[in-house]
């Protein structure tokens, strides 16, 4: 396999992930497409030192929080319409729930789609990010609630 090949391999493998979580982070295609790429250009120069596909996945997972922080933190970013990322990101029916999601505080967002979307557990989450478990547990609750409410219609 040439190395254009295994590349291209390994962005199909881990892309979708690495875009959904910042697309979940963001709330914006341009800057989850930004991030992606950063993302994977770091990857590239530090693939050699990853040794499994769990590795891989946790160093993924675990840049793309620091360049969605980053880039959250940018004095200069604009903010664009967020149905331009649901119409790409998120079939019709789940529209909805998605959108919902997506409202939420940034802690609740990135708890629950790794928890939900990914099936990371809460220890999991908490070393990815940082985190103490009784953090991400609570994180994940408050999700739920505000997610349970705004679905029913009271927020």
């Known amino acids: 396999m040439t190395d254009d ?3 291209r391999a390994q962005v199909e493998r881990w892309g979708d992930m690495v875009w959904r979580l910042a697309l979940a982070r963001t709330r914006h295609v341009q800057d ?6 950063e993302v ?4 590239f120069r530090h693939q050699a030192e990853l040794e499994s596909d769990e590795h891989r996945k946790a160093w993924l997972i675990r840049c793309t929080l620091n360049c969605t922080n ?3 933190s940018a004095s200069w970013r604009k903010h664009l319409p967020l149905e331009e990322a649901l119409v790409r990101a998120v079939p019709p029916e789940d529209r909805e729930a998605y959108e919902a999601v997506l409202a939420l505080p940034k802690p609740y967002r990135t708890a629950i789609h790794l928890h939900c ?3 990371y557990s809460v220890a999991e989450i908490a070393a990815l990010t940082g985190a103490r478990e009784g953090t991400v547990k609570s994180w994940l609750s408050r999700g739920r609630e505000k997610l349970a ?3 029913k219609g009271d927020e």
């Open 32 to 37: 989850s497409e930004d991030v992606f790429q």
């Open 70 to 72: 980053t880039l959250l």
């Open 5 to 7: 090949a295994a590349a």
């Open 40 to 43: 994977f250009c770091r990857f």
């Open 149 to 151: 409410a705004a679905l």
């Open 117 to 119: 979307v990914e099936g």
